[in-house]
Every structure is written in structure tokens, then in C-alpha cells.
């Protein structure tokens, strides 16, 4: 189900987006993931180097919106993320949010 593609930048950089399951373990969610890079290979560096072992980039199947680009454009870290609908199509109204929210651990309670 890691449907995801990518498009070039006229200044020579990347933004590639990918579908996959939810790293915060929600039952069944789907995140997707955009990240502005220099290559494809250094973007998936990227979500790999955050504990996404099992990332690959197979195809060009579903591309950055123009939307999506321009968020990852404006974001400072480059590396942003949403819940994916549940039928591909894109239709959520939900904000862009950075990866440390998604990869934020809870404190523990005493």
C-alpha cells in the first residue's frame, strides 16, 4: 500500500511523496509523507534516518499535488505529513503537520 512518486523541482531538487502505515501505531491509519530533497535516494535517507526502515520509492504512481509541494516548500524542515484518505483521494481538509509531532514519543506517567 505505499503508493508514492515524485517530482523535480526546476532547481534541480525533489520533492517526493509516499504513502505508508502509520508509524505512531494508529489502528489501520495511513500518513503521507513529503519530503523536499536533493535527490530521491537522499529523501528517503531522510525518512529512513527517522526510523521508516522499510521505505522504498517504486514508481511514479501517486506524484506531489502542486498543493503538497508548495506546503513542503514553505516548511523549514523540508519534512512534512498528514493522514492520508482512506480512498486516495484527496479530499482531507486536514493541516500539514512537521515529523516531530508524528515521532514524538508520550511522556510516561508516574
Not at 78 to 107: F, Y
Amino acid at each position: 500500500m505505499a503508493a508514492g512518486g515524485f517530482c523535480k523541482l526546476p532547481n534541480g531538487s525533489v520533492v517526493v511523496a509516499l504513502n505508508l502505515p502509520s508509524p505512531a501505531g494508529s489502528a489501520g491509519g495511513c500518513v503521507r509523507f513529503l519530503v523536499l530533497a536533493q535527490n530521491r535516494a537522499r529523501a528517503l535517507t531522510r525518512l529512513r534516518n527517522l526510523g521508516l526502515r522499510a521505505v522504498y520509492l517504486r514508481g511514479n504512481a501517486a506524484p506531489p499535488t502542486p498543493d503538497e509541494v508548495t506546503a513542503v516548500l514553505h516548511h523549514p524542515d523540508g519534512l512534512i505529513w498528514r493522514t492520508a484518505p482512506d480512498n486516495g483521494v484527496e479530499l482531507s481538509q486536514e493541516l500539514w503537520h512537521p515529523i516531530k509531532a508524528l515521532l514524538r514519543r508520550p511522556t510516561p506517567q508516574l
